[in-house]
């Protein structure tokens, strides 16, 4: 397999904010600690080394909890979460069916080397790579399908609530429709587990066995504890709002766009198979489309006794996050880091270091069959991420043994017409403004002209641009990246190793668009 690399701006996928974080430009400086380069991480240990050795084993004894019934668990890297010079670097993701789309494998991928990296720059520490499960996320359309072979598959239940709570005993018949053995492990992950937290953890840990990853529940009792002051301080008098919408204010003024906006109250109430959000009405707190109210006695003490009821949303998540783990960065997609800039202001204010945002791997794969047509069309790796306008476009002019630009006509029409207005003004000068229509009216017919020649060649090289668009669309599916469409079952079904492969071409800390071609 063969690694090809081009910038995140030549790819033309990526947001300006994004690529703005990502090159240091001045405007955004105050909105993050430090870029992720690795000679950056020293400073961002000593920040961490005062995490308290109590978390640590509480964080131990919910993880060793959580894999109980997992097979060959990573005991030695949860024991090591006990060690002051042991370290994390975190992904998130949501619980998507069959792991959803295939960025999901890249993202713990680049946890998963960084920590590799880390370990050979900094052999004095322990550096763990962590799948953070999203399990308190209610939003079960996001997560309820996947993608495979042009065809979507859903998952439908009634259930509701934190995802992560979910059965997903039914799951497993979606993998008989599929009727491919390569689907099996799925399969049984769905079938022998009863919530999809726990399906998550087995087929997460199946797949990227040997790694060293740790997988973690936050929705745990112990761990929600840990973070009790901070609940406390935010359901009762909120801090978080204000901090987020004044930085919010101040990315819109620099004219970058925002991703989240900030509650009064940014926690949901958690119970069962109940998650709403809490708001603050009249002279009580309520429970959104519940009949659920408290006074501010009341909520104080319910804060105080059960903790584990109260769920973060995406403003104070990753605060939760980086105060039950010893964590150095946070890997995330382009959106996920651009919302993370809104937040350094909440860190400050509960004295939490704030983590490096590290940009997850972004991969193209192209397999073997369309690297073979890439190859015969005579495309550059560049070409591939070209709009479909331009793609055909360069691509005819190219190919063409007739030359179809009128460029030399252009410039010898206005040379012609410069004369002719040179003429006019020594006769009349009120016929310039004629003349100079007359110009651009015989501009305009050579540009009909030669329009009607790149047709006409078009047609010609039909067969060609036709298998052009074909390959286009397998790799940009409906216009967008493979690696938000496609599921990793689309590769792993015909090339297990797969992720083993990825593990060992892509650098996390190289922050470009990766193309890997598969040999033919």
Not at 21 to 46: C, M, R, V, W
Not at 122 to 145: G, L, Q, R, T
Not at 302 to 320: G, M
Request: charged share 25%.
């Amino acid at each position: 397999m063969q690694l090809h690399q081009i910038d995140f701006a030549q790819a033309g996928v990526f947001s300006d904010t994004f690529v703005d974080y990502i090159s240091g430009k001045d405007a955004l400086k105050e909105f993050y600690h430090q870029l992720p380069h690795i000679e950056n991480f020293e400073q961002q240990i000593a920040l961490k080394k005062t995490f308290s050795a109590d978390t640590r084993q509480v964080l131990h004894e919910a993880l060793t909890q959580q894999y109980q019934q997992v097979p060959a668990p990573p005991q030695a890297q949860i024991d090591a979460l006990l060690d002051k010079n042991t370290f994390t670097v975190t992904t998130g993701h949501q619980l998507n069916l069959a792991t959803g789309p295939l960025y999901f494998v890249y993202k713990i991928a680049a946890a998963i080397n960084t920590a590799k990296a880390l370990k050979a720059k900094y052999p004095a520490y322990n550096f763990i790579p962590v799948y953070w499960m999203a399990s308190e996320d209610h939003d079960f359309a996001e997560i309820n399908h996947f993608n495979l072979f042009g065809k979507t598959y859903t998952w439908n239940t009634d259930q509701t609530g934190a995802v992560g709570r979910f059965n997903p005993e039914n799951v497993a018949q979606i993998f008989e429709q599929i009727n491919e053995p390569k689907t099996d492990l799925f399969a049984q992950a769905y079938a022998q587990h009863s919530s999809l937290s726990d399906a998550t953890r087995y087929l997460v840990h199946q797949l990227f066995a040997n790694t060293d990853l740790v997988i973690l529940d936050a929705d745990h009792t112990g761990l929600k504890k840990v973070f009790q002051p901070i609940i406390k301080e935010e359901v009762l008098t909120p801090a978080s709002f204000d901090i987020v919408r004044q930085t919010s204010e101040k990315l819109d003024q620099l004219n970058y766009k925002t991703q989240v906006t900030p509650r009064e109250i940014n926690f949901f109430y958690l119970e069962g198979n109940t998650r709403e959000r809490i708001v603050w009405e009249g002279e009580e707190f309520k429970v959104l489309n519940t009949d659920l109210s408290f006074s501010t006695a009341q909520m104080e003490a319910l804060i105080e006794q059960h903790p584990e009821r109260f769920s973060p949303n995406v403003i104070l998540r990753p605060l939760y996050q980086e105060c039950i783990l010893p964590n150095l960065s946070y890997i995330g997609g382009p959106s996920e880091l651009v919302y993370w800039l809104q937040l350094k202001g909440v860190f400050e204010h509960y004295q939490c270091p704030f983590p490096l945002l590290q940009p997850r791997n972004f991969v193209l794969f192209v397999d073997h069959i369309n690297h073979k047509k890439k190859e015969k069309l005579d495309l550059s790796i560049a070409d591939l991420f070209l709009d479909e306008v331009t793609l055909r476009k360069n691509f005819v002019l190219k190919n063409s043994e007739n030359e179809l630009k009128l460029d030399q006509e252009v410039e010898a029409l206005n040379k012609a017409f410069a004369s002719v207005v040179q003429k006019a003004l020594e006769v009349d000068k009120s016929l310039e403004g004629f003349i100079k229509s007359e110009q651009q009216k015989s501009l305009k017919s050579l540009g009909n002209i030669e329009k009607r020649l790149k047709k006409s060649e078009e047609r010609k090289l039909e067969t060609e641009i036709n298998q052009l668009l074909k390959l286009k669309e397998k790799l940009f599916p409906n216009g967008a990246p493979q690696e938000r469409k496609d599921n990793i079952l689309s590769i792993y079904v015909n090339n297990p190793a797969f992720i083993s492969q990825i593990l060992e071409k892509l650098n996390p800390l190289s922050f470009r668009m990766n193309v890997l071609l598969e040999s033919f």
